[in-house]
């Protein structure tokens, strides 16, 4: 069953309005709800990318880290924003932290 938080988050997406209801409805029941802390890591810079993430409260910060060891912030995805899209869809990998 699908949870309808990860429903309603979908459909604040412009880019997820287009979709038929049946295909929204298999996407979401891939989906599933994640709660982090501050500070932990959603996933790393070079892992595979497996999906995309909505923020449904909160913000995360996207970074990648320098060959210095400096991190360097490139986003912060505030509540109903979508990102990592572009990493599953084409990319394969992650680009960044988060």
């Not at 979908?10 to 880019?15: G, K, T, V, Y």
């Not at 989906?31 to 932990?40: I, M, Q």
């Not at 990318?49 to 970074?63: D, E, L, N, T, Y």
Request: charged content about 20%.
């Amino acid at each position: 069953m699908t949870d309808p938080r990860i429903l309603a988050a979908f459909a604040q997406l412009p880019h997820l309005t287009s979709l038929p209801p049946d295909l929204l409805q298999r996407v979401a029941e891939g989906s599933r709800v994640v709660k982090l802390r501050s500070g932990e890591v959603l996933f790393s810079q070079g892992e595979e990318a497996r999906g995309f993430f909505v923020v449904a409260k909160g913000s995360i910060r996207v970074f990648r880290t320098t060959p210095d060891g400096r991190e360097q912030t490139l986003h912060h995805i505030h509540a109903g924003h979508s990102f990592a899209e572009a990493a599953l869809l084409s990319i394969g990998r992650f680009p960044a932290h988060a």
